[in-house]
């Protein structure tokens, strides 16, 4: 069966794999990526106030969900995304009590894209500073 090259280009695309390395050198211990855009798609990984080792905003759960999304909107913008194009977040955290400030940051991020979400309690993270983290995944439209 002969393809058309428009499909074929859309399979190319899809094949072509764009990856946002993770600077705090977990990712090649680990073997993940900040972010990875594949085609139309992007998938943020789990996000977290830590950069070289230390939290930011200790203690302030609201301040660490700000500092994730920044840092989401960042690795979404090398892949050629922006907030807006997130469909999806998942939200974890430490303590159900945080959950006020942490949706207060994420309001002030997506009240006007509105992606599904869920957040979840009751994890306990590597660094015991971590208070939340925020996935995310994109969808660029096509127009």
């Excluded at 139309?40 to 977290?48: D, E, K, M, Y």
């Excluded at 090398?78 to 998942?90: A, Q, Y």
């Excluded at 991020?109 to 993270?125: C, E, H, I, K, R």
Aim: with cysteine.
């Amino acid at each position: 069966m002969v393809k058309s090259s428009a499909r074929l280009a859309t399979m190319v695309d899809w094949m072509t794999r764009k990856i946002v390395k993770i600077a705090n050198g977990l990712g090649e211990k680990i073997g993940y990526s900040r972010a990875v855009r594949v085609g139309n798609l992007a998938f943020v990984s789990g996000t977290t106030a830590l950069d070289a080792g230390k939290v930011e905003g200790v203690g302030d759960a609201g301040t660490q969900a700000r500092i994730s999304i920044e840092k989401i909107a960042a690795a979404l913008g090398e892949c050629g995304m922006s907030l807006d194009d997130v469909v999806r977040t998942r939200v974890t955290m430490t303590r159900a009590q945080d959950w006020e400030p942490i949706a207060a940051a994420h309001a002030a991020f997506f009240a006007d894209v509105l992606p599904v979400s869920a957040f979840y309690t009751g994890v306990q993270f590597l660094h015991p500073d971590i208070l939340v983290e925020i996935e995310a995944d994109a969808v660029l439209d096509a127009d």
